[in-house]
């Protein structure tokens, strides 16, 4: 498994912009499917995002579909989520996941479906 840590979180108006990062402990992040999930107070956790090992396909939930763009960079361990256009309904606490056996990427992603998570960051968008 891989450590993830986040970063990036923190309070925005509505309409502006935050960019996420993930890093990675280990050799092997470039075999790993990576993903953005995010959890509102008192709702489940909702996929957000995920990219490939290659970085050549990623899904979105529709919800963000042209708003938010999820991105990777192998020779730094980190994954990204540059977040535009914001809401105040984006707001929730954002975690990272990462999976080593995914093969087929899908808005129907669940957390059960990656192995390994960070410890999430907030993001807080006010109106």
């Known amino acids: 498994q891989v450590q993830l840590v986040e970063s990036g979180g923190g309070l925005v108006q509505a309409g502006g912009s935050l960019r996420l990062s993930c890093a990675a402990s280990?050799?092997?992040?470039?075999?790993?499917?990576m993903g953005w999930f995010r959890q509102a107070p008192g709702k489940e956790r909702e996929f957000v995002a995920a990219?490939?090992?290659?970085?050549?396909?990623?899904t979105y939930v529709d919800s963000v579909k042209g708003r938010f763009s999820i991105s990777r960079d192998n020779a730094k361990n980190t994954v990204y989520l540059q977040m535009d256009s914001l809401k105040p309904e984006d707001t929730a606490v954002y975690y990272c996941?990462?999976?080593?056996?995914?093969?087929?990427?899908?808005?129907?992603?669940?957390?059960?479906?990656?192995?390994?998570w960070g410890q999430g960051t907030q993001v807080t968008v006010s109106s």
């Open positions: 996941a990462a999976d080593r056996t995914l093969v087929v990427l899908t808005t129907t992603l669940r957390p059960r479906d990656f192995g390994s």
């Open positions: 280990g050799r092997t992040f470039r075999s790993y499917v």
């Open positions: 990219i490939a090992w290659s970085g050549s396909s990623t």
